[in-house]
T-cell receptor, first 112, second 113 residues
Framework: GAGVSQSPSNKVTEKGKDVELRCDPI?????LYWYRQRLGQGLEFLIY????????KSGLPSDRFSAERTGESVSTLTIQRTQQEDSAVYLC??????????FGPGTRLTVT | AQSVTQPDIHITVSEGASLELRCNYS??????LFWYVQSPGQGLQLLLK??????LVQGIKGFEAEFKRSQSSFNLRKPSVHWSDAAEYFC???????????FGKGTTLSVSS
């Protein structure tokens, strides 16, 4: 079946603008995760959705970051008033409960 | 604090030679352990995972890893490296599958001919 998809693949924005990044998980995967990968770094956990439970937002770096998920499908990560340090690859992953995560190709965000 | 350390930032191996990538973790409970590979411009692909049972786990593409609780390690190995194995490799740990993972900073593998 189809894997995790993300859009856009690349996004260039000016400092101070808002951006929205989209993730379509694998069908049937109730868990969805957002990670951030800065240049030369590992992945940093941002937020985790599991079914209808309250999301785990413990990794969000500031209140400029937020995420929504519609049921067990699409998720949108929103970054308000972008800063240059927000430049990174944003990766989405999904999983079935108790199983490993499958990652999308990522969105490369560049803030100029 | 929970953490994953990949001591080698960059490794170069000759094609056909064996490979070992190191991963050490600091975790309070019995962890779930993963190795992922990321090729340039690609997302992460799962190579293998350890949840419980046999401490030597086999993965895709001829990779294997051994969980050593006494050393808090989960090193990745391959007996004969191919040029297509050149990529970045990430070790990750979590309290169980299906939760947010803690990742190491990655090891970049170059393969020389």
């Amino acid at each position: 079946g189809a894997g995790v998809s993300q859009s856009p693949s690349n996004k260039v924005t000016e400092k101070g603008k808002d951006v929205e990044l989209r993730c379509d998980p694998i069908s049937g995967h109730t868990a969805l995760y957002w990670y951030r990968q800065r240049l030369g770094q590992g992945l940093e956990f941002l937020i985790y959705f599991q079914g209808n439970s309250a999301p785990d937002k413990s990794g969000l770096p500031s209140d400029r970051f937020s995420a929504e998920r519609t049921g067990e499908s699409v998720s949108t990560l929103t970054i308000q008033r972008t800063q240059q340090e927000d430049s990174a690859v944003y990766l989405c992953a999904s999983s079935r409960p108790g199983y490993e995560q499958y990652f999308g190709p990522g969105t490369r965000l560049t803030v100029t | 604090a929970q953490s994953v350390t990949q001591p080698d930032i960059h490794i170069t191996v000759s094609e056909g030679a064996s490979l070992e990538l190191r991963c050490n973790y600091s975790y309070g409970a019995t962890p779930y352990l993963f190795w992922y590979v990321q090729s340039p411009g690609q997302g992460l692909q799962l190579l293998l995972k350890y949840f419980s049972g046999d401490t030597l786990v086999q993965g895709i593409k001829g990779f294997e890893a051994e969980f050593k609780r006494s050393q808090s390690s989960f090193n990745l190995r391959k007996p004969s490296v191919h040029w297509s194995d050149a990529a970045e490799y990430f070790c990750a740990v979590g309290p169980r599958a299906g939760t947010a993972l803690i990742f190491g900073k990655g090891t970049t593998l170059s393969v020389s001919s």
